[in-house]
């Protein structure tokens, strides 16, 4: 992409070490100094839950960090600190799921909006990592706006915020589907868990073949969930996955939503 392309979108462009995006590792004169560039920044969203009996109890927060750093990487915009607890309610009846209810999570990104609306953040881009999520996400960017402008703030008026669900961009659904075909599933898909196993390669020690998964249906309440997917899976044959999948995956969803970012930011 060429530099103006760049700076008409507002986009700060790559970066060569993530330490530069990290909104952890910036001080508070850098931050605005960034802000005098660039109105965008990068949330990540995960979820704490079961993924099948092999799968990490942190895929979905250690993958949508990942892809949230790499488009940090390669458009140069902030990523805050993720939010790696999620609306999990239904997993609840497996051990290690830690779940915040609906209105936690929603009182939870409407405070995350407002803070950095409050700095002159107009452009708050989420990547999230957990289809449980969507809702309440979307819940809490409508009360972010209402609560904006209800307290005045100078950004009220410009203030937008997206969704980016990485595990929905077309080009990964695609490939998935022509890796895996029915056998992707619902929960603890293959896509999902190769990142994983991409990004942190001492998951392959748990990886194994499991018995034919209990198909997706609908989400009741945490015991009919273990009733219904003993082990946790919904239709999804995650012993299909490879790390090699997983890096393929996490630069097409980073190709996907550094386009979709960019296109925010000059809306
Ligand atoms: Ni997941």
């Known amino acids: 992409m060429p530099s103006t392309a760049r700076s008409e979108a507002g ?74 607890f999620g609306m999990a309610e239904h997993h609840l009846g497996f051990a290690g799921t830690v779940s915040l209810q609906p209105s936690t999570l929603l009182a939870v990104l409407h405070d995350v909006v407002l803070s950095l609306a409050r700095h002159g953040f107009e452009r708050i881009f989420v990547i999230n990592g957990h289809g449980g999520n969507i809702a309440t996400a979307r819940a809490a960017f409508a009360q972010a706006h209402g609560t904006a402008a209800a307290r005045g703030l100078p950004v009220a008026e410009r203030l937008r915020c997206q969704l980016a669900n990485w595990f929905m961009a077309g080009p990964v659904m695609q490939e998935a589907r022509s890796l895996y075909g029915d056998r992707e599933g619902h929960h603890a898909t293959p896509s999902e868990i190769a990142l994983t196993l991409h990004l942190e390669p001492t998951l392959l020690a748990k990886h194994r073949p499991l018995d034919e998964p209990a198909p997706a249906g609908p989400i009741h309440g945490p015991d009919d969930f273990r009733r219904r997917h003993p082990d946790g899976r919904m239709g999804s044959d995650p012993f299909l996955a490879q790390p090699d999948h997983g890096e393929r995956f996490l630069d097409l969803a980073a190709t996907a939503l550094a386009t979709d970012l960019e296109r925010f930011l000059a809306e």
């Open 11 to 84: 986009l700060p462009g790559p970066v060569a070490d993530l330490a530069a995006i990290r909104l952890q590792l910036r001080s508070w004169p850098e931050v605005e100094a960034y802000l005098e560039r660039c109105r965008g920044v990068i949330v990540p969203l995960g979820s704490t839950e079961q993924h099948g009996p092999t799968g990490a109890i942190g895929t979905d927060a250690l993958t949508a960090e990942a892809v949230a750093l790499e488009v940090g990487r390669r458009t140069g915009v902030l990523v805050t600190p993720a939010q790696n």
